[in-house]
């Protein structure tokens, strides 16, 4: 059975960082995609950060280019995302998602697997 448990939310004030974590089991192969995607209340969910297959690429949403870091440790199937300069736009449930059975599409489609999410809160 496959399951990923986020870690690391919390509150920061603006300027500040965090450091999410995604532990990850149930599988043995490595997924065509893991990545975090977000979702703010009253807004739809998108994706935050993607790393493909043996880390061949990364995907970044426009609005965190520079300021996160997607990575992971294949060795012991854990994701993180590692968010500086945060802003309050930033403020969300962020959430673990793992691309085993397809090769995903960044608005979610492919992803079979999700964590329940670790919230983010920015303040100004």
């Known amino acids: 059975q496959v399951q990923l448990v986020e870690s690391g939310g919390g509150s920061v004030q603006a300027g500040g960082s965090l450091s999410l974590s995604c532990a990850a089991s149930g599988y043995t192969y490595s997924p065509y995609c893991m990545a975090w995607f977000r979702q703010a209340p009253g807004k739809e969910r998108e994706a935050v950060a993607g790393?493909?297959?043996?880390?061949?690429?990364?995907y970044y949403a426009d609005s965190v280019k520079g300021r996160f870091t997607i990575s992971q440790d294949n060795g012991k199937n854990m994701l993180f995302l590692q968010m500086n300069s945060l802003k309050p736009e930033d403020t969300a449930m962020y959430y673990c998602?793992?691309?085993?059975?397809?090769?995903?599409?960044?608005?979610?489609?492919?992803?079979?697997?999700w964590g329940q999410g670790t919230q983010v809160t920015v303040s100004s």
């Open positions: 790393i493909f297959r043996n880390m061949r690429s990364t």
């Open positions: 998602a793992a691309a085993l059975d397809y090769i995903p599409t960044m608005n979610g489609k492919g992803f079979g697997y």
